[in-house]
């Protein structure tokens, strides 16, 4: 299969990096000097992804204000011969073909996804939640699409989690193929520890088929009104062969705020620039 366009789930209300994200959506937060949403949009491109399907809540525009033209910003840049920085400005209108779709109440990522499926229409398709932010050898969506190309079915991003971790995941019941590549044959949304069917979860990362959208469209609500992923993942699983890929290299949880402050951390020190100076700020702070 062929994947062309993502759609990035970022509609929901980030109640957990409150008051940050009060007035700036949580996915405009950065991961040291770039905003979650690019650094996401720029792994869907270099992993072959033409076009971006945005979900945003209504009145929430910075998120796709971000890749459009600054003119003001840009002039000025030009006109002090900031060449540099007007590069890096422009860089971010140039990234992709975006799109949005609009989901009025987060009522879950099922939901989410479902707002995208008239802007996806009847192909497959990428989704990302563009809190999870990767870090490896190769772009961990693309690493998912080499899966769905060769066996031509869907696949979603598995981590092993401790046991401390297990009741805050999608958990999967798995037939292993190989390692690292396993069919999906049960899935629970948040199990307690003793009713979890392994330690692997599911992460921000999924392709997916069209023949998802009626799945989700026909599920019920659950707790709180909202329509799970999970239980659409669930009824495409007795349908088809639905996999799931331990990705390669680090992921970070920006949405919590241990996770955002690792994320800082683990990309800044990535940055001949800034990896010094921030060395040298953690050992004495460890030593201390
Ligand atoms: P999360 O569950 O991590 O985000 O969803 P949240 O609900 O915004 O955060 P908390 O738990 O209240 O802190 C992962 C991604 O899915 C989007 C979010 O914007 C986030 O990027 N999302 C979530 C939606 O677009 N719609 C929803 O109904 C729920």
Redesign the pocket.
């Known amino acids: 299969m062929k994947v062309r366009k993502a759609v990035i789930?970022?509609?929901?209300?980030?109640?957990?990096?409150l008051p940050a994200s009060k007035v700036i959506p949580?996915?405009i937060l950065p991961v040291v000097d770039k905003p979650a949403i690019q650094v996401v949009v720029e792994e869907a491109v270099a992993s072959g992804i033409e076009e971006i399907i945005l979900?945003l809540s209504p009145g929430r525009t910075t998120v796709l204000q971000h890749f459009q033209s600054a003119p003001e910003l840009e002039r000025l840049l030009e006109q002090r011969l900031k060449h540099d920085l007007l590069d890096i400005v422009r860089h971010t209108n140039r990234l992709a073909r975006f799109n949005t779709a609009h989901?009025h109440e987060?009522?879950?990522?099922g939901?989410?996804v479902l707002q995208a499926r008239e802007a996806v229409g009847d192909e497959p398709f990428a989704v990302i939640?563009?809190?999870d932010i990767f870090d490896g050898p190769r772009p961990c969506l693309r690493q998912l699409l080499d899966i769905a190309e060769t066996e031509d079915a869907p696949v979603v991003a598995l981590l092993r989690v401790p046991p401390s971790e297990i009741s805050k995941y999608g958990i999967v019941a798995v037939k292993t193929v190989r390692p690292r590549l396993h069919q999906l044959i049960g899935m629970v949304e948040k199990p307690p520890l003793d009713q979890a069917p392994s330690d692997l979860a599911i992460m921000?990362r999924y392709v997916l088929t069209p023949d998802i959208f009626p799945l989700l469209a026909a599920g019920k609500p659950g707790a709180g009104g909202e329509i799970q992923l999970t239980d659409g993942l669930l009824a495409l699983s007795a349908r088809r062969k639905l996999y799931g890929y331990e990705f390669e290299g680090e992921r970070y949880d920006l949405?919590d705020r241990v996770g955002f402050l690792t994320a800082q951390i683990g990309f800044g020190l990535k940055r001949p620039e800034l990896a010094d100076r921030l060395r040298a700020y953690l050992k004495t702070v460890l030593s201390s």
């Not at 789930?9 to 990096?17: E, S, W």
């Not at 987060?106 to 990522?109: A, N, R, S, Y």
């Open positions: 789930l970022a509609a929901g209300m980030g109640t957990r990096m949580k996915e979900v989901q987060p009522l879950g990522l939901h989410a939640l563009p809190d921000g949405g």
